[in-house]
């Protein structure tokens, strides 16, 4: 059971969007941007507001890889696996970012709830192959070593903050 | 209108919606897996495209008929193109078909024989997702599921409920329930029609064959069956008969083979429903309301009613559905020692019907904590289990259901179909046994095409407006405009099905619109065979309420609902 705060939350995002069907996905996108996820409880009262079945809004938000039902970390790292990226080795960089934080391809997020890692299928910055992005942030021509620096930037932004 | 060339030769077309209805016209059986002509058209499977003289591609089902077209069905590179459609599709099946509940009825199964298909290049993939045994009605099993959205769009578009749905994409791609749910958290209503659209054995019938056999076994278990009316226009599709031809009485040599100690007519069941449907109706309209008193006998749509509707559950007949009465009564007359001959007795019903599986599990349809009918069959279990025995449906000679709930009205074989329970309501209020008066309902409106018919009917000085839809999703539809006061009846008859309980969920599959037309015609033929049309006429059944009944109608024939 989410706490109250959460649909307090979700009823502002709701009053600026019609209650139709095709207010959905720029409601979850909202929804996604507050939390960093989609707390899957949320659907079927945004799925109630607009009048469309639950099982459609599932359908809907399940289909985006952009939409998360898990909670993602403070730092999103999206390593682009685009063809452009990797071919110029995008799968050493994703694999020592996975290493370093004990992830996988079935565990996205580490447990202090600071990183999570996942693959995109191209972030059109094909001319700064291999690419990936921390939040809205996109780092260009990255290494493994790069990796691990930028790693451990971001660790100290996070101690400092 | 025009004329297009198919293979060459010239077809005249006038107004088919897409090419592949002009296509089957000429006689080409185009396999497809997505196409229903009462669905949205989809074009996910591409099996039906053709070529034409440009050597264009595309999907016969999703484009209009040109006049001066002309197009090629079966040219090497289409041969070549729909097998590999297939082999990609058994490639992501799990492909367990010798032991698969569909083998020899499955679509896809069968189009891959047709084209040839001996060979999977791309391995073979293995169970990945759980069986979904939740509901008493339909199986899932998602691994079967080739994605073809025939069950979303019926469950959607005809029938307003959207209880499955796509779910994830790409090789993860499905489709479940939200959440992932199991079927019975749903407001799945267990019409089954998704069942009857799928290709596969992806979604299947819940069977209870196995307790039904092993007391049929028992000696001392005394097992008796009920017919309902929309079985006996649809068990000979099975046995290769004739579409829509009533076979009752085979059915009844061969229930009767296999063990059954006496088989019923639910028709009975049906009349019975009648008697107390017709009394509730003339009270609700002598004292002016509630209207529209609603009909009771579907099952799915009650759940519907319950959870989409809430506000017209009281407006909806207490009156026991005829598998209900007919089980009711039977409860009755078998708790006399005479009857029972110190034996225990297994009441069991073959329906068209895979929500009558969850209708009998419904606690205000028990007496004492008890069900009414022990377990449902529907008629495509029926099928099965009459060719496991090896009995020779064909050869069977016709028996006569037995006494004393084997005989029903021509009023109560209707039931079955689309406007059948409220024209035999309405014929029970004729006077007397005027053919000219039972004549005139039959033209009123009652009979027809179309998913809803309005008319009114003539009672005694009186108008009864009254209204037939079936397909839920025209009922929603119907109730919006009640509650809003666009419209206004006295009586609805609702079914969940189209066309009614003849293209039930339990049904066996793979029926076109001759198919249809043939069972519908088959139940209004066994109307006019019949002797007795009026449901009050039925001596057996008003018998009962001085034997069996004793005055305690609201005990033993209507629902505690509200």
Redesign the interface.
């Known amino acids: 059971m989410l706490d109250s705060s959460f649909y307090t939350k979700t009823d502002e995002i709701l009053s600026k969007y019609p209650a139709q069907e095709r207010s959905l996905i720029p409601i979850i996108h909202e929804i996604q941007e507050t939390y960093n996820y989609v707390p899957?409880e949320l659907?079927?009262y945004i799925a109630k507001h607009i009048g469309i079945?639950?099982?459609?809004?599932?359908?809907v938000a399940?289909?985006y890889e952009r939409f998360s039902f898990e909670p993602k970390g403070k730092f999103i790292i999206r390593v682009c696996d685009g063809t452009a990226c990797h071919v110029r080795q995008s799968l050493p960089v994703l694999e020592r970012l996975r290493s370093e934080l004990g992830l996988s391809d079935k565990k996205h997020t580490t447990d202090d709830m600071l990183f999570t890692v996942e693959t995109v299928s191209c972030l059109g910055a094909c001319s700064l192959a291999p690419a990936l992005m921390v939040n809205e942030h996109v780092h260009p021509a990255m290494t493994p070593d790069k990796a691990t620096e930028l790693l451990k930037e971001l660790r100290e932004e996070a101690s400092k903050s | 209108m025009g004329i297009m060339k198919i293979d060459g030769y010239p077809v005249e077309f006038t107004d088919e919606p897409n090419i592949l209805s002009v296509i089957r016209k000429a006689g080409i059986d185009l396999p497809t897996l997505c196409y229903h002509s009462e669905l949205s058209i989809y074009g996910a499977c591409r099996l039906c495209n053709v070529e034409d003289d440009k050597g264009r591609m595309f999907a016969s089902c999703s484009e209009r008929p040109r006049d001066g077209m002309s197009i090629k069905t079966s040219t090497p590179r289409l041969v070549r193109y729909r097998r590999m459609l297939i082999e990609l599709m058994l490639a992501s099946h799990y492909r367990d078909c010798t032991t698969c509940v569909k083998s020899g009825d499955c679509v896809l199964q069968n189009i891959a024989h047709r084209l040839g298909v001996n060979s999977v290049p791309w391995g073979y993939r293995e169970r990945r997702y759980e069986k979904d045994f939740s509901s008493p009605s339909i199986v899932r099993d998602p691994d079967k599921c080739i994605l073809c959205g025939d069950c979303v769009r019926v469950c959607e578009g005809i029938q307003g409920i959207n209880a499955i749905d796509f779910a994830h994409r790409g090789t993860d791609a499905m489709v479940i329930p939200a959440f992932n749910k199991h079927i019975a958290e749903t407001n799945c209503v267990n019409c089954g029609q998704c069942r009857v659209v799928c290709p596969t054995g992806a979604i299947s019938i819940n069977t209870n064959i196995r307790p039904v056999w092993e007391a049929l076994a028992d000696p001392n278990v005394k097992v008796f069956a009920q017919v309902a009316p929309a079985v006996r226009v649809a068990a000979g599709q099975g046995f290769g008969g004739v579409r829509g031809e009533n076979v009752m009485g085979k059915i009844v040599a061969a229930l009767h083979r296999l063990g059954f100690d006496e088989v019923y007519d639910t028709t009975f069941g049906a009349d019975m429903t009648i008697l107390e449907e017709s009394k509730e109706f003339l009270e609700v309209f002598k004292k002016g309301g509630p209207f529209p008193l609603l009909t009771s006998c579907c099952p799915a749509w009650v759940k519907f009613c319950e959870t989409r509707w809430p506000e017209f559950v009281p407006n909806i007949s207490t009156s026991y559905s005829p598998i209900q009465m007919l089980g009711s009564i039977a409860r009755e007359y078998y708790a006399d020692p005479a009857h029972n001959q110190g034996k225990k007795v297994l009441s069991v019903g073959i329906m068209p019907c895979t929500a009558k599986k969850a209708e009998i599990l419904r606690e205000d349809l028990k007496r004492d904590g008890k069900q009414n009918i022990d377990y449902v069959l529907t008629t495509q279990e029926m099928i099965t289990m009459i060719k496991r025995a090896g009995i020779r449906f064909d050869d069977l000679e016709g028996e006569a259901a037995d006494m004393p709930f084997g005989m029903g009205s021509g009023g109560g074989v209707i039931f079955g179909n689309s406007g059948g329970v409220m024209e035999a309501a309405l014929r029970s209020l004729c006077e007397g046994s005027d053919r000219a008066e039972i004549e005139n309902l039959r033209n009123s409106g009652v009979r027809g095409p179309g998913p809803l018919r309005e008319f009114i009917f003539k009672y005694k000085g009186n108008e009864i407006k009254a209204a037939v839809v079936s397909g839920l999703a025209e009922a929603d539809a119907l109730l919006r405009r009640i509650k809003n006061g666009e419209s206004f009846y006295h009586f609805v008859e609702v079914m969940a099905c189209r066309r009614g309980c003849i293209m039930g969920g339990g049904q066996p599959a793979h029926g076109g619109f001759r198919t249809k037309e043939a069972r519908k015609h088959g139940l209004y033929e066994s109307d006019i065979n019949t002797q007795i049309k009026k449901s009050n006429e039925n001596p057996t059944a008003l018998a009962i309420y001085d034997t069996l009944i004793k005055g305690r109608e609201h005990e033993l024939l209507h629902s505690h609902r509200h």
Not at chain 1, 53 to 59: C, F, L, P
């Open positions: 899957i659907l079927p079945t639950e099982t459609k809004a599932y359908s399940s289909f």
